[in-house]
Structures are given as C-alpha cells and as structure tokens.
C-alpha cells in the first residue's frame, strides 16, 4: 500500500508535448505544452471555444491529436496494445461536459456498469455501492431509479460524477462539474473532490468557469489561450500575469469577488 | 498488500475490534462477509481499534461505515488519535452519505398467472392507443398539409427537394435490381409450371400480371418501408430525444409543418415513380429470361404485352403508391415522435416503424387485390 505515499521517480502523471490539433482548417492547439503532477488539483481555464474539452479528449486518448506526444502514467495511450490500453484507462475517470450517461440504464445501474465490469462485483454489490457512490455526490435519495431523460441538469452532472468516481480512479478528469449546481450543491462539490484527494491521492484535471471553485481547491490554474497554455502556475501568480484576457479574467467584477470571498475566510 | 479484516477480541473488557489491512475495491466481496458475521457481534460498549488499518477507498469505506455505525463515527477523532486525518474525513464523507441513502427496496413480484393476464390486457390496450394515435396523426397531417398548400410561404421546398433525393433518387439502383432479379425468377418459374402445358408464351402475361399489378407497387413499397421509414423514426427520435423537437416548438415553429410534411410530400413524390421504375426493371428482368431461356425475342415480349394487357393493369397497380407512401410515411415519422429520451427508445421505435408499415402495406395490398377481384377489374 506504500506505493501510493513512496515518492515516485515519475511525478508527472500527465505529459502533455507540442500537441497540436486542428479540425480542418481551424487550428485548435499549436505546440501545447502541459504536465499534471502526481496527487495534484489542476484547474484548466480558458474562454469558451479554446479547445479545453478538445484537451482533455486528447488526454484521455478519445481523440487522436494531429501530432504531439501525450503520455499519460509515462505511456502513449493511442499506441499501447488495446488490454494495456483499457487497463490504464480503468485508472481513469471522466466526467464529461454532457454528462454522457447511457440513456438506456438507470441512475444507480450507470454507476454500477463500471463497479460490475472492472471491479469483479456482483449486481446486487455493485448496486449498493452505487448507492452509496451516488449518495456521495449529492444525488438526493429516490432519484435512483430515474432515466437520464428523466433527470434534471444539475441532476446530470452529479450522476455522472458518482460515475466517474466509481472506480476510484488515480485520475480524475472533470469537464465543468459545478456548471448547473446551485452555490450550495457546488461548495459541497468542492469539498468532496479535496477530501477524496486526500484520502486517496487522486490527481485531478478540473475544466471549469468557476472562480470560487478555483480559488478554494486548485493548487495550481492553466490558462489556455491562444492556442496553447498560457501560463500555469499557483492561482496567486496566475492571477499576475500580464496578458489582458487573463486579467480581464482575473480582475474583472466576479474575479475580484471570488478573490474577496476566498480572503475572507 | 494484506486483505482488510476485522477481528473481535472478546477477552478483553470491553471486547475489542480490531480492523486491519487494506479495505479497498479489489476486496469488496471478502469484506462484506466478514462485516456481515462481525457486526452482529458488536455492541454499544465494544472498542474499534483503527491503527493497522491500510488503504482505503470509497468502497471500503462505506463498508466500514457500515459496520461501525454512524454513531461511533461521530468520535473517531478522539478515540483514534493515530488515524490519518484525510482517512478520517473520507469515513466521516461518506458516514453523511450514507446516512441520506436509502437502499431502495425490492420490487414485489406478482405471480405468474396475473401477470400475464395483465400483460395481455395492457398490449391489447397499448395496440388499441396506437391505432388511435396513428389516427389522430394522419388527420393532423392532412390538416397540416390543407393549412399550408394554400400559403406558398411556409412551402418547404429545399427540405422537400433533399428527402426527394434521399428517399427517391438514391433508392433507384437498390430497388431496379431487386425488382429486376425478381422479374428473372418470375419468368423462370413461369417457364417451368407452363413448359408442363405447353403454355410457356404465357410466361409474358404473367410477368406482366404480376409486376404492374401487384408485385412493382409491393416490392418498392416493402423496400422502402425498410429504407425510409426506419430512417425518419430515427432522425425524428434522435431529434426528440435531444430536445430539438421541443426547441422547434419553443421557437414558435411547427414540427408538422417543418418535419412531418416534407417527409410525407416527399415519400409521396418518390414511391410512385420508383414503382413505375420497378414494374419497368421487372419486365425487363422477366424480358431477358424469356429470351434467353424460352426464345421469346423482346420484340416479340413488347408486342405481346402491348396486344394482352390493357392499361387498366398498370392503373390498378400504380394507384396503390400513394396510398402505400402516405402511410409509409406517416408511420415512419409518428414513431420518430414517440421516442422517449434513451437511445434504447430509438431503435424500439424503428424495429416498429419498420414491422408496422410492411403490415400495413401488405394487409392493404391482399384487401385491394379482394376488392378489385370482386369489381372485375
Ligand atoms: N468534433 C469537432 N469538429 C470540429 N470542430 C470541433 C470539434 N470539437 C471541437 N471543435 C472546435 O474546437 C474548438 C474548441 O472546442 P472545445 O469544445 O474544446 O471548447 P471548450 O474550450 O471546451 O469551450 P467551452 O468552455 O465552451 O466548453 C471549438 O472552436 C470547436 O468548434
Ligand atoms: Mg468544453
């Protein structure tokens, strides 16, 4: 079990090197560079259409980049055999913007799918732990046995989370969670992902738009922009640096609120 | 790594229990027995030892939990000084998760002979509503389409031109060669049963019996039953199941209008001319065989066609298509508008789509022939 706490000689869970994507035309990325250190909350910002979520696709391997090296645990997902391949991917978790539940299971059997598949559970098991999975994301009780269809935005999104967490995954990759929570439901949120990190580890890719988020959990911010990141570093020092979309970010209106409500506690 | 267990020492005063090794995911199975025989065993006095306790994840956590109570939870902090504050806080998580979670219970299953007595009653009654709704549908798309003819505003014609192509012209090279290599095996199964009454010329008249009367309007029909019926169930389903449908109609637009009527407009222009292509690829079919294997040259086959068979055939055969369109269509597109949200409901819907318009062309087509036998036409 010490290998989780040993130090390990690859602190870097996520290479990112010269990725480029381009969908036609439109170049996406140009020569972006980007690593996510082990046990790390990464939050990635950048305006709508900068290619966030084309990022994160590319990370997990959904999407083949035009050229550029991603390696993911120290390995090339898009060349491994397909077994090593879905063996690194069951160390993944991913949350997409869309929730992307499979629509024809219910709730509890959406998170139960990962639990039976790759944990070895039984149904009745992995119905329970989904419960409880489900539970642990806010998903207010009853709601279990509902349809995606049937299911609110927000609603959405915490199911999907409880997914992705099925598996207790290394890394967990979130597109936008708290997008649709109330301030309420996105605090807690907040406070789950910090103590599943530190009870398990967990490195976590945080796409999102939601200051509050990133002044109380991220330990380091991405700014994606023009093609490539920006700047990365401590939100302090992020905050800094002189570019005027980062500062328009930063400093504008609901920046500094968000800065204010993090000073204040 | 040591599989996660938990031991009571009864010896001691109070008894003690000890949990150890690691309660993770890949132990679920083992640990939920062992929490099953040991959580009898606890009482309100016992002490929990927490110090050899390895890894722990969410999974092995909400066993703990379970076993240990949400009460004694509450203390942890005080009583196991030497558990890690972040494996403390995600035993605590999830003790606040579980105490809202609910395990849902078992649905009580009723017996066998009731359910299926129910089962029947609610598919004769399932059937009874659909029929209603197909109805109530094709009187909503006449109306739609009464409304409309006379506003040459709200005429669709790009979408109309485009499902032509989709469900006409790019249906032409499928439906000439089946009803071609159909029109051969009529012919040859004509010379076979005819050769025994030296009747093989009459191989003709029945190639083009069957073709302009029955067989052009049905094989076309059948074949895009499957075509295109299928395919507005799942454009319309995927449409509705993604809220586009309600977006057409937020955005004060009618669906039957932009969806329905271009579909049925279309299917309606197509069908009729691909079954005069069918009966035309048949007689050839038939043609070809008649000269190849009965010496029939297809001078001769034009010529005998011409002087046996009156126009009236090819009438009574044609006026089938747009009747058989119509209801291709608009049962293709009703079902597109049942669908319900999971992709599952998609392909439901088109199975139906596909089996309900085949049913209804062919039990159209046996009451069309009776019909036209007793008229003598
Ligand atoms: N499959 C695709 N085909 C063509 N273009 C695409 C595709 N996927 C994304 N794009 C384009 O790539 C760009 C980046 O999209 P992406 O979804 O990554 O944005 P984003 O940063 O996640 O934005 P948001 O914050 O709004 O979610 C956009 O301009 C988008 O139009
Ligand atoms: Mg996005």
Known sequence: MNAVLKPSPQDDVIQVRNLVNRFGTQTVHEHLDLDVRRGEILGVVGGSGTGKSVLLRSIVGLRRPTSGQVHVFGQDLLSLPPEKRSQLERRFGVLFQNGALFSSLNIVENVAMPLIEHGGLTRPDAQTLAGVKLALAGLPAGAETKYPSE?????????????????????????????GLDPISAAAFDQLILT???????????VTHDLDTLYTICDRVAVLSQKKVLVVGPLDEVAQYNDPWVQSYFHGPRGRAAEEAHEVK | MATGSAQLDATLTPPRLRVAGDWTLAHYATLEKVVATTKALLSDSTAIDLSALGALDTAGASLLVNLLGAARLGDLATAEPTLPTAQRALLQTIGLAMADYQRPKPVRRQNSATEVLARIGGTMEHVWHQQRRLLGFIGLTLETLARTIVQPRSWRVTSLVAHVEQTGLDAVPIVALLTFMVGAVVAFLGSTVLADFGATIYTVDLVAFSFLREFGVLLTAILLAGRTASAFTAQIGSMKA????????????????????????????????????????????GALVCALVLDIPPVMFVGLVKSDIGVRHFLVGIVKAPIFAFLIAVIGCLEGFKVSGSAESVGEHTTSAVVQSIFVVILLDAVAALFYMEMGW
Do not use: C, Q
Not at chain 1, 196 to 206: E, I
Not at chain 2, 250 to 272: I, T, Y
């Open chain 1, 151 to 179: 299911l609110s935005g927000g609603m959405v999104k915490r199911a999907a989370l409880a997914r992705s967490l099925a598996l207790d995954p290394e890394i967990l990759f979130l597109d936008e969670p708290t997008a």
């Open chain 1, 196 to 206: 599943l990190r530190d009870a398990l580890g967990l490195t976590v890719f945080l």
């Open chain 2, 242 to 285: 993604n809220e586009e449908i309600d977006a057409i109609r937020a955005l004060g637009l009618d669906p039957m209008e932009l969806l329905v009527l271009p579909r049925v407009l279309a299917m309606l222009a197509s069908l009729p001319m691909l079954t005069f292509l069918a009966m035309m690829s048949g007689l050839v079919g």
